[in-house]
């Protein structure tokens, strides 16, 4: 099993039974000097920092019972933030509400749209980009999209 199964793997094992997913992990660096990077969200949209310190914990001695422990590697968890883009319908379903930035293919020419994102299902999201406007997009269309901050 490669590096990145193996990290994927053990993670969504953590993860498993709570209402937390993964999101992405990734592995950055040299063989002699990892860095892991575990993004999780959480079904209700909140992780707290005590939780991802569990998380961590928990990852660290599964990595280490796996052979981990002869390699020099840095563990990071964390919730995905705002610089980084949706990658689960359920990080989409989590910010119905708020607006996004979607970067989408249609007819073979890249789109950018803004809007509200109003809702999130399986196959497609709605944002609303007008009074009385709004656009379905296809999840299989859907390059990148991320959550625009609001200061309200």
């Known amino acids: 099993m490669q590096e990145q199964e193996e990290i994927n793997a053990l993670a969504e ?5 709570s209402d937390l997913f993964l999101v992405e992990a990734e592995l950055k660096g040299s063989t002699g000097n990892r860095t ?7 079904e209700s ?9 569990e998380i961590s914990r928990e990852l660290q001695l599964l990595l280490d019972a796996g052979g981990w422990h002869d390699r020099k590697y840095t563990l990071n968890v964390s919730s995905p933030g705002l610089d980084r883009p949706l990658k689960d319908i359920r990080q989409y379903v989590n910010n119905v509400g708020r607006n996004a930035s979607v970067v ?3 007819d073979g020419e890249q789109i950018r749209t803004e809007g509200k ?3 999130a299902e399986s196959d497609k999201i709605t944002l609303e980009t007008g009074k009385n406007e709004s ?3 296809p999840i ?13």
């Open 13 to 17: 094992q953590v993860l498993e039974g």
């Open 104 to 106: 989408y293919i249609k």
């Open 45 to 53: 949209g909140n992780i707290s920092l005590s939780r991802c310190a």
């Open 36 to 42: 892991i990077w575990i993004y999780v969200e959480s």
């Open 140 to 152: 299989a269309e859907i390059e990148e999209t991320r959550i625009l901050a609001s200061f309200k």
């Open 135 to 137: 656009l379905t997009i």
């Open 117 to 119: 994102l109003i809702g």
